[in-house]
Nanobody, 120 residues
Framework: QVQVVESGGGLVQAGGSLRLACVTS????????MGWYRQNPGKQRELVAT???????NYADSIEGRFTISRDNAKNTVLLQMNSLQPEDTAVYYC??????????????WGQGTQVTVSS
């Protein structure tokens, strides 16, 4: 079982920055595709950014180059640097860890989420 723990959320003014961190337990981080998703009450969880086990990143169109996802395999950590934050970025942000295609028995793990609030 892989534990996924997010940190770094908080309250920031519009135009500000936050950096979210996600740490996973265990020794299979190199086999995990990682992602950040966000959700507001009554709405579906939506993709923010993903980074594959090989380091390829993908972003939602709404991010428009403001966010950067990265990973540090030595520290079992994935980061989401969020710049030029806007009130519409307010949400609970969740970290997702999914085993990549090399793993025979696929697994999918979620963190508990961290609140990001952007004031206008």
């Amino acid at each position: 079982q892989v534990q996924v723990v997010e940190s770094g959320g908080g309250l920031v003014q519009a135009g500000g920055s936050l950096r979210l961190a996600c740490v996973t337990s265990g020794s299979i981080f190199n086999y995990l595709d990682m992602g950040w998703y966000r959700q507001n009450p009554g709405k579906q969880r939506e993709l923010v950014a993903t980074i594959s086990s090989g380091g390829r990143s993908n972003y939602a169109d709404s991010i428009e180059g403001r966010f950067t996802i990265s990973r540090d395999n030595a520290k079992n950590t994935v980061l989401l640097q969020m710049n030029s934050l806007q009130p519409e970025d307010t949400a609970v942000y969740y970290c997702n860890a999914k085993t990549d295609s090399r793993v025979i028995r696929p697994r999918n793990y979620w963190g508990q989420g961290t609140q990001v609030t952007v004031s206008s």
